[in-house]
């Protein structure tokens, strides 16, 4: 697995945790290869064993 994904370092707790629920916690601060912008998102193990990303759904401002 690799230890970094999308301009961000993976801590050790993270990974622990998708090693045993198959997601890990909200990982901040992604950076995109496109734009560059940031962003936040969930890394997912798939049925495959694939590392995937799931994003956190967008909360409506008042």
């Known amino acids: 697995m690799r230890k970094e994904f999308p301009g961000k370092n ?23 290869k496109k734009n560059g912008n940031k962003f936040d998102a969930f890394l997912i193990l798939n049925s495959e064993n694939e590392l995937k990303m799931e994003f956190p759904q967008a909360t409506k401002a008042k």
């Open 10 to 32: 993976s801590s050790v707790s993270n990974v622990k945790k998708l090693l045993d629920t198959k997601k890990s916690n909200l990982i901040k601060g992604f950076k995109s």
